[in-house]
């Protein structure tokens, strides 16, 4: 079982008075996620908005669902460059590093950490970015300048009107805390560069992340979206690339001149041009000599793009005419051939970034900018979305993607945080983007030798994308999308596969991502399991987890997977596919902690009634709680789900160094 939980030898203590809630949770997890009511009347916070979209209709004519899948054991044309598991990163707004990393060094999010525990059990590692907008005026100031054990604050002192971003303040202890997160699970960091002002340059974060994460630092992102910077008035108008790669320049004399970078490791791995597609191409930056004259500089070439933008809604008027409509923007979230168009205009970097030797990162997406949309983002459509977006960059020689979470006023979190006041009855949020990372890790896989290939075959449509996926060549898993909502059956793809010049096995091993439909929120399952809907996870997987095997036509040598209407199977072409991604032991963080009292928060019972399990005695340090009155007695271990958290913050003593 890849979700085995090790209990690890952590003292964990309550940061204060935690609640604790006991519930159950229904057999189908599905059917209860399928019918969310109306969000009409809903008030909260965009990233726990219930409303559902309609799902679009069934594309008519019927588009083709035998689908033959030519596989060939050796000579494939076309495949990607090799890649590394850490393919599918997260990108942390730096302002909400505090919600989603911890409180502080001493506060790690319990939560957080199984998350990534997830992915690094399967992939190996998995890459962070703390940056965004957010880094670019952010400033450390000491230890004592913010209050309370804070990390991170902002300093409204001198700020006039609505649109002037105050400077973020933060202490050294956020790095702190992610070096201590990368001693408990293999994260490997990007962190930001403030760029607004240059001169001089706050070079203050490139000693202490080169200190606080040593190895676990993979790159300093010098600016975020320069081709925006003359939009928001903080460049003049004839801001070019070449001036950038001037700043460039200034910045490397001033590090090198304050002896900044002492182990010469950081000035080795900046990231660059991070560009939002907006007045400058990727040529136009190529062009300019950046890698000429800072070659040695850089190692990540980036780009950030989303494939359109909430902006409107989010901070327009009422009323305004830019505003989406998302139900009339949903279909274009379920076609694979918008994920080609996005990424079109970047095969041409992927090329040159593979001449210069450079790996080329998505440095941060999701579905939409300013927040995503109600409906899209926050549904299994951006599950789908996610991995079809992920496969296809790496398909086209992209090295990562980074798929942005910014807090709890957005829709396209992969996971999110309850709100502070709520955190001691709340749980976490779990998206469909983050099982589209979770569901990507295990598709490449740790080898650091896989190689994606689009496949193709006449008349298939845009709505059931084919990956193969290759290791030293030789196909060994394929990953197959259908994005049709339709629960007659008459949509579910019937993918046939064969191998020329090789043998395929008796059976094959097959692992389903589902949900009742595409606009389904929460509860979807991979393999079976599930991180649950609203507030309900503890970033571990629950249920147990269900792998279909299939039984070959041995005769034919063919091998013919179903694939419902909406799904994605992962096929397991042979046992060494399949195992080699449970190679590592699996480690995840158990969240049960001594409680001073029981719980006193209030809880609609009719919430309950759809979240966790209330097994807690099977717990030693979690006997505080008592299954709640009119649950049912349940007899059928894989109804019940251990692992109800209290606190989403809980105390990590003792643990590392620092
Ligand atoms: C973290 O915050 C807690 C509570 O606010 C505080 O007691 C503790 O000293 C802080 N730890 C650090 C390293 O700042
Ligand atoms: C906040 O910003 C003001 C104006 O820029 C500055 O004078 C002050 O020192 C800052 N406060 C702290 C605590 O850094
Ligand atoms: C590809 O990029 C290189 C380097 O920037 C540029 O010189 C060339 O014109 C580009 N080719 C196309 C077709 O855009
Ligand atoms: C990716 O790179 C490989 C190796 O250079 C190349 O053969 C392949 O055509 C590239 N794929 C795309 C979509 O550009
Ligand atoms: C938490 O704070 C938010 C925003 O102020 C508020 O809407 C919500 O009702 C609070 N929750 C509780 C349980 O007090
Ligand atoms: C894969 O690459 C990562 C990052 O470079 C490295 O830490 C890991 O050891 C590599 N794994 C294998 C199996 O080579």
Excluded at 107 to 127: E, T, W, Y
Excluded at 228 to 245: C, E, K, N
Excluded at 287 to 297: E, Q, Y
Excluded at 509 to 528: D, E, H, I, N, S
Aim: proline share 6%; hydrophobic share 40%.
């Amino acid at each position: 079982m890849a979700f085995r939980s090790l209990c690890l030898p952590l003292l964990l203590l309550a940061s204060s008075i935690h609640a604790e809630i006991t519930v159950y949770h229904q057999q189908d997890q599905q059917a209860a996620f399928a019918t969310t009511a109306s969000g009409a009347t809903y008030t909260g916070v965009a990233a726990y908005n219930p409303t559902q979209l309609v799902a679009p209709p069934v594309p008519s004519p019927a588009v083709l669902t035998n689908i033959p899948i030519n596989l060939q054991q050796s000579g494939t044309p076309g495949l990607s460059i090799k890649h590394k598991g850490r393919f599918f990163g997260f990108s942390v707004e730096m302002s909400v590093a505090n919600q989603v990393l911890g409180k502080n060094s001493s506060l790690i999010q319990v939560p957080f950490l199984n998350l990534m525990a997830n992915i690094v059990n399967r992939a190996g590692s998995v890459m962070v970015r703390v940056g965004g907008n957010s880094q670019e005026s952010a400033e450390l100031v000491a230890d004592d300048a913010i209050p309370d054990g804070r990390i991170i604050t902002k300093n409204l002192t001198g700020v006039t009107g609505t649109t002037q971003t105050p400077p973020l303040e933060y202490r050294r202890d956020l790095l702190v805390m992610m070096g201590k997160i990368s001693q408990l699970v293999n994260i490997h960091w990007f962190v930001g560069i403030p760029w607004f002002v240059t001169t001089p340059f706050a070079t203050a974060i490139v000693k202490a992340a080169d200190e606080e994460l040593g190895d676990h630092l993979l790159g300093l992102q010098a600016g975020n979206e320069p081709d925006m910077y003359t939009l928001h008035g903080h460049r003049g108008a004839t801001y070019s690339p070449f001036d950038y790669g001037g700043e460039m320049s200034d910045f490397l004399t001033q590090v090198a001149s304050e002896g900044v970078d002492t182990t010469g490791r950081a000035m080795k791995s900046l990231v660059s041009p991070s560009i939002a597609d907006f007045a400058w191409t990727p040529e136009q930056v190529w062009d300019s000599g950046l890698l000429d004259n800072h070659g040695d500089n850089i190692a990540f070439l980036t780009v950030e793009k989303y494939p359109r933008d909430n902006c409107a809604a989010m901070f327009g008027a009422p009323g305004n005419p830019d505003i989406v409509d998302p139900q009339s923007v949903l279909p274009l979230y379920l076609t694979h051939d918008s994920h080609v168009e996005l990424i079109k205009p970047y095969l041409n970097s992927t090329q040159f970034a593979q001449d210069k030797g450079k790996e080329f990162l998505m440095f941060e997406t999701n579905t939409a900018s300013c927040g995503g949309f109600l409906g899209i983002s926050d549904s299994f459509v951006a599950a789908l979305w996610g991995l079809d977006f992920a496969l296809q960059m790496a398909h086209s020689n992209f090295s990562g993607a980074m798929f942005h979470i910014g807090g709890q006023n957005v829709f396209y979190n992969p996971f999110t945080s309850p709100p502070t006041n709520e955190s001691t009855f709340h749980q976490w949020t779990v998206g469909g983007i983050y099982y589209a990372g979770l569901v990507m890790s295990e598709i490449i896989g740790p080898s650091n030798n896989t190689q994606v290939f689009n496949y193709g075959v006449d008349s298939l449509s845009s709505f059931t994308p084919i990956y193969n996926i290759y290791e030293n060549g030789v196909p060994v898993r394929v990953a197959i999308i259908n994005y049709i909502d339709d629960p007659s059956g008459a949509s579910t793809v019937h993918a046939t596969i064969s191998l020329a010049g090789g043998t395929l096995p008796s059976s094959v091993k097959v692992k389903y991502l589902l949900a009742k439909t595409v606009v389904q929120k929460g509860g979807y399952t991979w393999a079976g399991q599930t991180f649950g809907g609203n507030f309900e996870s503890d970033g571990r997987p629950m249920g147990d987890e269900d792998i279909k095997t299939v039984n070959c036509d041995t005769t034919a040598g063919t091998c013919t997977i179903d694939v419902p209407a909406p799904g994605m199977a992962l096929v397991f072409l042979n046992d060494d596919a399949f195992t080699e991604n449970k190679g590592a032991p699996a480690m995840t963080f158990p969240t049960t902690v001594h409680t001073k009292t029981r719980n006193t928060a209030k809880v609609d019972p009719t919430a309950l009634s759809t979240s966790n399990g209330y097994r807690m005695s099977e717990h030693e340090l979690a006997g505080t709680s008592k299954p709640p009155k009119d649950a049912a007695s349940v007899t059928h271990a894989s109804l019940v789900f251990v692992g109800v958290v209290v606190g989403a913050i809980v105390a990590l003593l003792g643990v590392g160094r620092g």
